[in-house]
């Protein structure tokens, strides 16, 4: 199996400890658990396009290098595994910026994110997605991935207040780092574990639907777990004869898992502690 190691992230601890060139060890540690969880998973994106959270699913690993001393610096680097040579050179310009996007929306660094968010817009399309809706629904695996990454983050940034004052993450060549404060872990701190994320189109399974209720049971396309979340319908077309989402399911029964029964839902979510627990739909395509 081919081994192709080929992006450099570098954590920078300043402040407090580590301006003696050290940090407690048992912080530390937590950090490096958060941030191999959000390197490994957002370089897998990076690679396949998908969005796995179980590691063992991943194409990517995550090693550490020697660390030095100004102040305190570790380098991270993403080894990619792939038989068929998946990693490419844009893939890897994607990374950097998805990592960045990650703990922005997270300290909810609204200006970057919207800059951020741009950037991987152009870069998605870079790595051959023409298509707009694909480029969009992929946007929306990015804001899922970043809100169920809440709990890394969390881990990541824990030193901050405690051994140093910054965190600071280069991840690529001609990339500003990104500088994590003591308020901006405040805000990540802070944010609610049940958390409404705003109205976006989501990719489903429909399993379950309940014509009394308006109610349906959903799996996001995608999503390893297989996790049924359940979901209140408030379109209007639920009343029609020809009820898309009735027909949604049959989809599903005629196919269960298979991407041909997917819809695309226009949906706001509640997230609880990063992971969406329930959706509220409005449209469905």
């Not at 194409?59 to 993403?78: G, H, L, M, Q, W």
């Not at 929306?105 to 919207?114: G, L, Y």
């Amino acid at each position: 199996m081919d081994h192709i190691r080929d992006n450099t992230i570098t954590l920078r601890f300043d402040g407090k400890d580590a301006e003696n060139h050290e940090v407690e060890l048992n912080i530390l540690g937590e950090s490096f658990q958060g941030f191999a969880k959000i390197l490994s998973t957002a370089g897998n994106f990076a690679v396949t396009q998908k969005y796995y959270k179980r590691s063992d699913l991943q194409e990517v690993k995550v090693y550490a290098r020697d660390p030095r001393c100004n102040c305190f610096s570790i380098d991270a680097v993403t080894s990619f595994v792939s038989q068929q040579q998946l990693f490419s050179g844009l893939a890897g310009a994607i990374l950097p910026l998805l990592i960045q996007y990650i703990f922005s929306r997270n300290a909810q660094k609204k200006e970057e994110m919207k800059h951020l968010k741009d950037s991987l817009d152009k870069a998605i399309e870079a790595l051959g997605n023409k298509d707009k809706d694909t480029i969009q629904g992929l946007l929306n695996v990015i804001d899922k991935m970043a809100t169920e990454l809440r709990p890394s983050v969390r881990q990541a940034v824990s030193p901050i207040g405690n051994t140093c004052s910054t965190i600071s993450i280069k991840a690529g060549e001609g990339i500003s780092p990104l500088v994590i404060n003591e308020a901006d872990k405040e805000i990540i701190d802070r944010l609610e574990d049940d958390e409404v994320i705003p109205l976006r189109e989501y990719q489903v399974l429909i399993t379950e639907f309940d014509g009394v209720k308006k109610t349906a049971k959903i799996v996001f396309l995608g999503d390893e777990q297989a996790r049924r979340i359940t979901a209140e319908i408030s379109d209007p077309a639920v009343m029609k004869r020809d009820n898309p989402y009735i027909i949604a399911l049959q989809a599903f029964m005629h196919a269960p898992n298979d991407s041909s029964a997917s819809v695309t839902v226009t949906a706001k979510a509640v997230a609880r502690k990063g992971a969406i627990s329930k959706l509220y739909i409005m449209d469905i395509n």
